[in-house]
């Protein structure tokens, strides 16, 4: 088996690449207005499945960078998510992000209450000021409480990206997020995960 020479500098370069090739060669023709998020999916997953199964809601990316350019808060529901999102290009901006997931005051109500931390992170996240936007990639309850807050009039975030992994209310959480009227990005199926929550945060910031 023949190993390419590639210097570190030249990897990414080169996968994208091969991503466009692999595309070419099946046919697949990406919308341009959402090409490098699509791609950065892909790249990070090693899976072309992405090119199929993106769903982006009218002015949800719009509404993302809007939000990033003045300041406002990513919040994810995993601290992998926020440890993937690049910190750096966000500052800037004056942007920030945010995880609750492992703060005490969530942990203690949520046992309480007999819901999902993620659920009750999300309720903590509506006394944000600013623009604010979600970045969910491993739980579903937390779209769900995304949804519930927006419907009760209590968030109203500049955009959200939803993409749970998974096999319990995944499907569905997604289908209700896209059901909620919100400017949402959402990997509809199975498939996502913190990685490509980050990713897609990512390729929107490399974008600006």
């Known amino acids: 088996m023949k190993i390419?020479?590639?210097?570190?500098?030249?990897?990414?370069?080169?996968?994208f690449e091969i991503i466009e090739s692999e595309l070419q060669r099946e046919g697949i023709i990406l919308p341009s207005k959402y090409e490098h998020i699509i791609k950065r999916c892909i790249h990070?997953?090693?899976?072309?499945?992405y090119a199929k199964t993106m769903y982006f809601a009218k002015d949800a990316v719009e509404g993302i960078v809007e939000a990033i350019r003045n300041g406002g808060t990513?919040?994810?529901?995993?601290?992998?998510?926020?440890?993937?999102?690049?910190?750096?290009?966000?500052?800037?901006?004056?942007?920030?992000?945010?995880?609750?997931?492992?703060?005490?005051?969530?942990?203690?109500?949520?046992?309480?209450?007999?819901?999902?931390?993620?659920?009750?992170?999300?309720?903590?996240?509506?006394?944000?000021?600013?623009?604010?936007?979600?970045?969910?990639?491993?739980?579903p309850t937390a779209l769900f409480s995304i949804v519930e807050l927006f419907k009760e009039k209590k968030i109203k975030p500049a955009g959200v990206?939803?993409?749970?992994?998974?096999?319990?209310?995944?499907?569905?959480?997604?289908?209700?997020?896209?059901?909620s009227g919100l400017p949402v990005i959402v990997n509809r199926g199975r498939k996502g995960g913190s990685n490509i929550a980050a990713c897609i945060v990512n390729a929107i910031l490399y974008n600006q």
């Open 4 to 15: 390419d020479n590639i210097k570190p500098g030249e990897i990414e370069k080169r996968s």
């Open 44 to 49: 990070t997953s090693a899976d072309f499945d």
């Open 74 to 139: 990513i919040v994810t529901d995993t601290k992998m998510a926020k440890s993937g999102i690049n910190k750096k290009k966000l500052e800037e901006y004056g942007a920030r992000v945010e995880c609750y997931i492992g703060d005490e005051d969530v942990a203690t109500e949520a046992k309480e209450r007999g819901v999902t931390r993620s659920y009750v992170s999300m309720e903590k996240a509506a006394s944000l000021k600013g623009p604010v936007v979600f970045a969910i990639g491993n739980a």
């Open 161 to 179: 990206i939803g993409v749970p992994v998974g096999f319990v209310n995944v499907v569905e959480s997604k289908e209700v997020l896209i059901d």
